[in-house]
């Protein structure tokens, strides 16, 4: 047996068995997803971390198993270049990119719109882009982010932003490159931006010539809340980067769509950030088959969204609260009301199990993963590979947990008022 | 039906016919591939352009369609992890992360080593990383690059390389942070870079405290070739960046392999240049099993260019000629000799079809190769896709086409 194959079948047997890397730096970054998580023996974990989290289903395996395998630097990969053409064509523009990550379509359409070294790029001061990213724009792209702060429901004042926008006659100042918007704001709890607010911002961003790119990573699911196509909101934007691994279901991969002019620059973008991948051919077929149904699936996870947080708001005995007006989308922000609870508290205790629980509740032990965003409000985020029946059981977990916070917290403070009346006697 | 499907299902219809972007511009990148090629009815076509051109095998296939799904960007896809432990242990290295390209796999390597701003890399002027990749270490990561000449077998002087070596205390001078070396080198005709040279360009290195990199794209092919394992190679080298999507078989992907502290880096550097793919599973999966019988299949490619240059050297006709000693791996570069005759015309020819030919080889064969980057010369690539009897049609059709030329 060759050298590569002993290490490969020897050690493939090992690594099976521990799974785990000795590395503290990686072990470190491995933490990312959220808290550590200790799978409970025999637990049902229902997992609302994230959009990210779908799973692709038979149909769109069975695509990949029979996708073309061409080479997509020579651009020689018909499933490619017939998912490039649909997109444009849903999005009401001329041309599009399939790149790897929502990241890279993101950092590849500001790129590709700010061509001039050191222009300014004006977004949210909440968006993924500048929060998220790593300081890609600037890091990678020597732009300058300013930032214009984030209203609750992801817009943001457009006096302000005309204001912001850089004389062009100033040696002082650099100048304005490009506004980004973000839809749906993730920050934000998935609010679609509403349509009048993108028609004033087209305006008044022509005043100036400033073009407008969208974070897009969940667009689908503004078009399917707001009730409108894709390129209606595209009316009002020359760009916008979308992803498909997100709840429309596919593995990997996102599309930047925009004009025949942005979209070549965008393709040597790509290849020099490393982008140009050989043979996506399957990638790509996954993401045509996903998208076919994707609407009526994120409509069915908007109401998946509404069920959990009217149960969760009508249970909130104090220890949480959900704005119900905010739930657009596929997201709820639960707000922790409870004093000397942190949301991280908040989501350790969803992912635990208890005695007293499976007493009760006399069913399964189950447990809930969902994150904070910060130290008040925790995340959680429906999508396809969650039914109505794990939707319903992640209500009567978390129910059952506020429940308990609730008893705890009035425990304390009968036991606090008790204290201060025998201090008082 | 809502707004989107309708949308697929109308244009999806529209493009299968037309199968065609109305893009200028695109229409221009798309050549890229290599001339225009139309395909002859009934034609059998042997594509010797390049190895990246090789396809998933059933078994790569169906390991894909069984893989997990898990997310990579919060670590939490076992086949990735797994992959990357091998892969490190094959290298005798600490650690890796898959990546989905190896432009990407060297840009992150070269990042990763040199942390601070305007740092010098030294690699040689016809290396891919100089050439083929977009100048990325200057246009992306604000490096300096120091081109060395390279030599027909893809090395270089060593006595140079120290002469190029930045001393520390002079403030015009940008510090020296990597020396890159490519192996297989492609320009030069997939050359296996010697193990002597390794060592002593190491101790050379280490004198200055610089680190090395290895463009090994196809570093199986030099371990294959030279019959050591990938950890001997690596003895004299920090890091290297390494396809699975050329010979190796598998669609996509490359993985950087190094230290502990180097890897975790570049797990950064992925996620800010967009190379932070959420459910890499599948293609990790196609990767661990291609690399599996990878070694005796690259054999098998060296056996079949071997093959070839024997055939076309002892047939050049005054034509082209090989330089038989050259071919150590998957490649041949064929020297085109005939005056008045261009590399890129001689391409056209043999992807072309006469009447004469389809009656004499008693087939319709059309062969696809592109000019060399070095002028006057074409390359031919072996892969696992092109069985013996396509290697040998493929040299029917050479002969046929050389003695045309022939005077």
Known sequence: MNPISRVVC????????????????????????????????????????????????????DAMSQAT??????????????????MAKMFGKEAA??????????????????????????????????????GGIS?????????IPNRPDGTFDLDVLEDDIRPKDDPHQPWTGLIVVENTH????????????????????????????????????????????????MEYADSVSFCFSKGVGAPIGSVLIGSHNLIARALRLRKVLGGGWRKPGGLAAAALVAIQDAADRLQKD??????????????????????LDSVQTNMVLVKVLKKDLSAKAFCQRLSQVSEE????????????????????????????????????????????????LSEESSADSINDAFALKRVME
């Open 302 to 323: 908007h109401e998946h969204a509404k069920l959990f947080a009217k149960e969760i708001s009508s249970h909130g005995l104090g220890v949480v609260s959900v704005d």
């Open 69 to 86: 395998a061409d080479d997509d630097i020579f651009r020689e990969d018909r499933t490619v270049l017939e998912l490039e053409s649909i």
């Open 186 to 233: 993730s920050y934000c709890g998935g609010r679609a931006i509403p349509m009048d607010f993108m028609a004033e911002l087209r305006k008044r961003a022509k005043k100036y010539d400033v073009p407008i790119h969208i974070d897009g990573a969940r667009i689908l699911n503004a078009a399917v809340a707001l009730n409108v196509a894709p390129r209606d909101i």
């Open 97 to 134: 990119l399939f790149v790897p990550s929502g990241t890279m379509g993101n950092l590849i359409g500001v790129l590709a719109h700010c061509q001039t070294r050191g222009l300014e790029v004006i977004l949210g001061d909440r968006s993924h882009m500048f929060m998220w990213e790593q």
């Open 139 to 147: 890091q990678i792209g020597g732009l300058h982010p300013r930032t």
């Open 357 to 404: 629980e499976l007493a009760e509740t006399g069913e399964e032990a189950v447990i809930v993963r969902a994150n904070e965003v910060n130290s008040a409000d925790v995340r959680f985020v429906t999508h396809c590979s969650l039914t109505t029946d794990d939707i319903e059981t992640a209500i009567k977990k978390t129910v059952f947990v506020i429940r308990q």
């Open 10 to 61: 020897s050690h493939g047997q090992h690594f099976s068995r521990t799974g785990r890397s000795s590395s503290p730096l990686l072990s470190a970054v491995r933490g990312y997803g959220g808290a550590q998580f200790q799978m409970e023996k025999g637990a049902r974990v229902i997992d609302m971390r994230s959009d990210v989290l779908t799973k692709p289903s038979a149909a769109v395996k």
